[in-house]
DNA sequence: TTGTAGGCGTTATCAC
DNA sequence: GTGATAACGCCTACAA
């Protein structure tokens, strides 16, 4: 079978102890013992078994990530950044997400069930009873991502959501002298979409604005659906003084297609912002005035708690608040309307 | 400290053999037993130890996928797809990637080093004498993806890549009439871009087109880097029969977008195609022809095999190849060429 | 059907 | 400095 530490020891002619003691370079071996035994290690293509380690050590050096879906850029960030930090702190990155149904939580628990985590990153989209109930259960150490959870007791990292939608609000309305702004978002139970619905309602209140709940339309992130909803709400939207705040760049970016396969000027007659600054806003023409969010930094950041929460289990909870940042680019009008006017 | 299978045959009142086979539910126990047994569990909120249990059973229910980068849509996808099928076949997933430099050989290996996983899935895009060398020296079960790797003993799963081009080319010259194909790649080591460059070499014999190495560009796969290219060269390339056949879809959309910005229209005075159908080249104006690659199911279908495999070591190898599809959108001018004819 | 005991490959704690 | 040896928590013949 597989070469062992008994292995290492004969060949060496030492015993088992030392041949760990080279290995974990903690104490002190003799130079030559322990070129005897490096020799004999490399020799053998010798590695330690991680089960055996871990069973004495209580460490498997992996952690994990369950994320709600792994769809589109958005995901893929975070992905990139948790697994970078990860690798930096010398940690592997399990991840995981939901699909077909299965949410994060029941995913959660399978997941925790048999594993060998170290500890879980744990990104939280939809508001349920269930999360804190769920939380209360889980052995292993975590951080919230994302998640607005409300007990303090966890380390977490947040986005700034409505600090970020009140900026772009402001601008619309503010800056691009918008009068009526549309409101596209996700389900109501996401707590992204809820933090900027909030956001929304707040701005249209300060400039005197009425809210009116049938220019809030209630989608799925999605691109295709958001374009077909544009094909046919559009003729409704338009106005020169109209905005469609959409939650997430992939909608805004469906949209603004939208309106160009039906002769709407983008955003002469209808201004369209997004949210995340992902790779599409970018690409849109008009490049879409949106909200970067820093998705692998909020990935790295949450490792990184994670790590240090690992390696010291009674810190005190940290909450790390990541601020987002409005992005002026065309669709908002903005430029256009500024040239106009000088 | 946590609690152990001594505590629940304690409690039980059973020895721990009786305990481990009603975990393990293949040997028969009194009903009466392992309700009892069962109760415990519950009570002590009991998980086995996944060290102890790896080290008997030398299964940790983990397996890697090692990429190149994860950046983008397209890696995004195979991470879906590989997650997706590891937890059907109960398998929790390791996505680790290169970056910064690391290639993800010199990964693979600290990855391996002291791992736990039952097996990895390679995802090879350069060429290197390296990789053979590499490969001998990896102790679990693995599978390459997409590295057309010559040695047959190796599990498996490729695009026909070559086969999609052809396609690609064949439609961009002969079906859309083209007369001179710019080519933009990704480096020359990378073994997509040979691929795909093959075919265009092919195609252009085949059709009686000379070949200009002047027209070919490797460039990084980058959405910018192509828009950057294009404004430069862009008035060199124009032409009513000219085409760039870019080797993925992002840097076919920064060509676009670069037309776009200098006021070349796409595809009548220069056609684009692209190459990996992600969501960018149905959201690019015009449209983007392109070939269709399953990712999602490459990850799947890798995770599959590597998953036989762990199962049956001594399987022979298979080797799946994926065949892509010609999706034939706007930039490439057939649908305007013909209404043209008509 | 159930219990006993040995072993999986390490690390840690002692003596020497 | 180095070497026995006891854990670590579980599975599995083998015995009862």
């Known amino acids: 079978m597989s070469v062992s530490i008994f292995d290492v020891a004969k060949l060496a002619d030492v015993s088992i102890s030392t041949v760990s003691r080279v290995i974990n370079g903690r104490e002190v071996v003799h130079p030559r013992t322990r070129e ?36 589109g850029e958005f995901y893929s960030e975070i992905i990139r950044g948790a697994n970078q930090q990860a690798r930096k702190m010398g940690y592997n990155l399990v991840v995981s997400s939901a699909h077909d149904g299965a949410d994060s939580y029941s995913l959660l628990v399978t997941l925790e069930q048999r594993s060998l985590m170290d500890g879980v990153a744990i990104m939280i989209s939809e508001l349920t009873d269930r999360i804190e109930e769920l939380l209360a259960d889980v052995r292993i150490p ?44 996700g389900l109501e139970t996401n707590v992204d979409t ?35 909803l544009a094909k046919q709400e559009l003729q409704r939207w338009v106005g020169a003084d109209h905005c469609v705040f959409s939650a997430n760049d992939e909608m805004a970016a469906g949209i603004v297609a939208a309106a160009g396969a039906m002769g709407v000027l983008v955003p002469s007659e209808l201004a369209v912002v997004g949210f995340d600054d992902t790779r599409i806003a970018q690409m849109t023409r008009p490049a879409l005035t949106t909200v970067r969010v820093p998705m692998s930094e909020m990935g790295a950041r949450a490792i990184e708690l994670l790590c240090d929460r690992i390696e010291e289990p009674d810190r005190p909870a940290t909450h790390i608040v990541l601020e987002p940042e409005l992005v002026v680019r065309e669709s908002c009008g903005y430029a256009a309307n500024r040239l106009k006017t000088l």
Chains 1, 2 share one sequence.
Request: hydrophobic share 45%; glycine share 8%.
């Open 142 to 185: 975590f951080v919230i991502l994302d998640g607005d959870v409300k007990d303090q007791a966890y380390d977490s990292v947040v986005i700034d959501q409505k600090r970020g939608a009140l900026a772009m609000m402001r601008h619309v309305v503010g800056e691009c002298g918008a009068r009526r702004v549309i409101f596209v978002g």
């Open 36 to 71: 005897r035994v490096e020799s004999a290690i490399a020799q053998l293509g010798y590695k330690p078994n991680a089960f055996a380690r871990g069973l004495m050590l209580h460490k498997s050096e992996i952690v994990g990530l369950v994320l709600p879906d792994i769809h």
């Open 194 to 228: 809820a933090a900027r619905l909030e956001a929304y309602r707040e701005v249209l209140g300060e400039n005197g604005l009425t809210y009116d709940p049938a220019d809030v339309y209630h989608l799925d992130y999605q691109y295709d659906t958001a374009y077909r």
